[in-house]
């Protein structure tokens, strides 16, 4: 079968979306095309937001390549599936443009995992996958029937069936994802680097997925949940492609970068830079001297509450006290250039206490962020704290709810943000 798999041409005006706006590398779309390679199928990446189409000309792009099958991802690679945009704009827009020029048209991402008949729905498109998509993506390329695989929605009659729960992928042995030169040229973005200015192309690269911690804001219920190491020697190989191509800095995408010997102890003999998001209470100083020997050069570490009682409302499970804390980031910033603790508003927390521990990280070159307002993403304990599970407003209710709370939203957020209603005024029920 002759495949496309689509990164559409994201653009954020007025959107809460968190994540960074710089394109990066479609990892999901990646391990898809080396599934579906294996299997014998023609196979082409298109990426709007990496060569700066627009859903359009992409669509044109796709419509020459005359494909059987057309995959749409809704979240901007899976470094950002935890903190998607919430609306579904920018996806259904690429769906018009192409039409049914694109064969059998599915949708993966975080959205179609947590609500199917609803993405489907405001989508327009044949096949919503629930959960990590790439082996499913495999399974309909061999043809089978819509009833036969799992983890899918699409419409029969006047219903739409749904065929079972959100899927995990083996993930462990997956083998490397090989991207073109060109590709890694145009991908000059370092993310979450701030010691120094891009040397070279950077890129991301996953080493682990899911997470074996259940913190009740994090979006993972439904997608990248049970936590997964994936086999060194062909991680290293694709390591290896990326810095031959030219890459000076890789992001680790993992939701969670714990402590791995063989892997730093391999990074140690590579000419690479790198970044991470982790805890920094998982990691023993000793660890943490290997991390900075191997050429760590940011971390973003996960700190959220300065108090007991916010980290325990957060379900964190943290090993170490608030002090405690600050004495590992200060440690690491001994080794890492860049130190950064994540802070969330949190009514357990003085703003006097965070003012005072801000300022003493910073005395010692570690970064505490202001406090960010959480989003309670249908996917996350949170939510379901809230409101139960989630139905077909779930977004439409998470998005008013945190407008509703919060008159100052984040940093990187220069715009107020829409209702979804208006941002997805494309996106019209069948």
Partial sequence: ?????????????????????????????????????????????????LFEKSNAELADEVAEFAPQMTVITTAPSYLFWRCAPPELRIPREFVMALGRRGGRSLAVGPHGSVTPQTTLAKLGVDVVVRGECEEVIAKLAEGKALREVGSIAFQEGDFIRVTGEPTATRFVDLPPIRWPKEWIARHRHHHHRFEAAPDGPGVEVEASRGCPYSCSFCAKIDYRDKYRRRELAPLLVE?????????????????????????????V??????????????????????????????????????????????????????????????????????????????????????????????????????????????????????????????????????????????????????????????????
């Fill in 269 to 430: 003999e590579r000419p690479v830079r790198f970044g991470v998001q982790t805890r920094i209470d998982l990691w023993k100083p000793e660890m943490l001297d290997l991390l900075g020997r191997a050429g760590c050069v940011s971390i973003e570490a996960g700190v959220e509450s300065l108090t007991v009682e916010g980290r325990a409302h957060l379900d964190k499970n943290c090993r170490l006290s608030t002090d405690e804390l600050a004495e590992r980031l200060v440690y690491a910033r001994g080794r890492v250039p860049f130190v950064q603790a994540n802070l969330i508003k949190m009514a357990e927390d003085d703003p006097e206490l965070i003012r005072e521990w801000r300022a003493k990280l910073e005395a010692h070159k570690v970064w505490a962020n202001d406090p960010v307002p959480l989003y309670p993403y249908p996917s996350s304990p949170d939510y379901r704290r809230l409101w139960g599970m989630p139905d077909g407003k779930a977004w439409e209710r998470a998005h008013d709810h945190y407008l509703s709370q919060f008159h100052q939203l984040s940093d990187i957020q220069d715009e107020r943000p829409l209702p979804l209603s208006e941002l997805e005024c494309q996106c019209l029920p069948r």
């Fill in 1 to 49: 079968m002759r495949v496309a798999l689509v990164n559409p041409a994201w653009r954020f005006d007025n959107s809460i979306y968190f994540g960074c706006r710089e394109p990066h590398l479609p990892l999901e779309l990646g391990a898809s095309r080396v599934l579906l390679e294996t299997g014998g199928h023609e196979v082409e990446i298109f990426d709007g937001h």
């Fill in 239 to 267: 390591i290896d492609a990326l810095v031959e191509a030219g890459a000076t800095y890789i992001y680790f995408v993992d939701e969670i970068f714990l402590p791995q010997k063989p892997l730093l102890e391999a990074l």
